[in-house]
């Protein structure tokens, strides 16, 4: 079983920064994949940022391109760093583990993740 908990949202003003951590518990599993989604009020579940094991690769979506840098310390433990934030930045922020290997092509899948629970990042304008 592994299960991701995040940290760190909170409120902050547009152009403010808020910095995520989620750990990812993991018994008997090797965690290879990791990445942050988020939801808005009203609107689906996107991917936001994912890194690769060893943090070879990150993958960002254009929304948050140049402005969130997502970076790991150890094979559990991923940051999610976000500056010159923005009112449609608000939502609710997932922190999501996967024992498989993932890629340009696969980070932003839904598919054969473990959730956790959410942190609600608010930025006012």
């Known amino acids: 079983q592994v299960q991701p908990v995040e940290s760190g949202g909170g409120s902050v003003q547009a152009g403010g920064s808020l910095k995520l951590s989620c750990a990812a518990s993991?018994?008997?599993?090797?965690?290879?994949?990791m990445a942050w989604f988020r939801q808005a009020p009203g609107k689906g579940r996107e991917a936001v940022a994912g890194?690769?094991?060893?943090?070879?690769?990150k993958y960002y979506s254009d929304a948050v391109k140049g402005r969130f840098t997502i970076s790991r310390d150890n094979t559990r433990t991923v940051y999610l760093e976000m500056s010159s934030l923005k009112p449609e930045d608000t939502a609710m922020y997932y922190c999501?583990?996967?024992?498989?290997?993932?890629?340009?092509?696969?980070?932003?899948?839904?598919?054969?993740?473990?959730w956790g629970q959410g942190t609600l990042v608010t930025v006012s304008s």
């Open positions: 890194i690769s094991l060893g943090a070879t690769r």
């Open positions: 999501a583990a996967r024992t498989a290997y993932c890629d340009s092509s696969t980070w932003y899948l839904e598919d054969n993740n473990y």
């Open positions: 993991a018994d008997r599993y090797s965690v290879l994949c």
